[in-house]
T-cell receptor, first 116, second 116 residues
């Protein structure tokens, strides 16, 4: 596997379910990100991890809980979601955001989440 | 605070015709500018980026963009498009976030549809 992979690619869940999204990067990067992509809206940055430490949290509801056990893996744990949380969730990685704003981000294909 | 505006949500163009996708940004500090492309069912991929130096930036797949500081624009151009260029294009600006990190602000995207 190369680049950034995400599983599952599609997920349908009820509002009372608990599920997790997984992201893995094979690029040797030190920073990982979760974005939410909804139709007609800009990508929304949700969480940033640098060297496994959360460095950015953009006022995301607590029903989304990230976990970064090491620099290659990132999870997004979901519980009691709402229908408006249905979206494409993208994971990305970069060398290290503390190196500067010129850091290129590498994206996975995303998980299409539908909340019923 | 930074922001990015992509005025055109959709741009239809015939194959082998030139195309320009518009991007304007606002920022009170120096920024770095990016264009990403998203093909169907895939994550975002970097096309090109402006960090400093020459205002004309060349990217992959024959695309180029020109940084215009006085007009706060970073329009993307291609002299002759192909069917395979059909995708969604995102402009982004990066700047300081909290904790000394940098984060991207994305535009809403422009859907380029190349017609045969």
């Amino acid at each position: 596997e190369t680049g950034v992979t995400q599983t599952p690619r599609h997920l349908v869940m009820g509002m009372t379910n608990k599920k997790s999204l997984k992201c893995e990067q094979h690029l040797g990067h030190n920073a990982m990100y979760w974005y939410k992509q909804s139709a007609k809206k800009p990508l929304e940055l949700m969480f940033v991890y640098s060297l496994e430490e959360r460095v950015e949290n953009n006022s995301v509801p607590s029903r989304f809980s990230p976990e970064c056990p090491n620099s290659s893996h990132l999870f997004l744990h979901l519980h009691t979601l709402q229908p408006e949380d249905s979206a494409l969730y993208l994971c990305a990685s970069s060398q290290d955001p503390r190196q500067g704003a010129a850091d290129t981000q590498y994206f996975g294909p995303g998980t299409r989440l539908t909340v019923l | 605070a930074q922001s990015v505006t992509q005025l055109d949500s959709q741009v239809p163009v015939f194959e082998e015709a030139p195309v320009e996708l518009r991007c304007n940004y606002s920022s009170s500090v120096s920024v770095y500018l990016f264009w990403y492309v998203q093909y169907p069912n895939q994550g975002l991929q970097l096309l090109l980026k402006y960090l400093s130096g020459s205002t004309l930036v060349k990217g992959i797949n024959g695309f180029e963009a020109e940084f215009n500081k006085s007009q706060t624009s970073f329009h993307l151009r291609k002299p002759s498009v192909h069917i395979s260029d059909t995708a969604e294009y995102f402009c982004a600006v990066s700047g300081s976030g909290t904790s000394g990190t940098y984060k991207y602000i994305f535009g809403t995207g422009t859907r380029l549809k190349v017609l045969a």
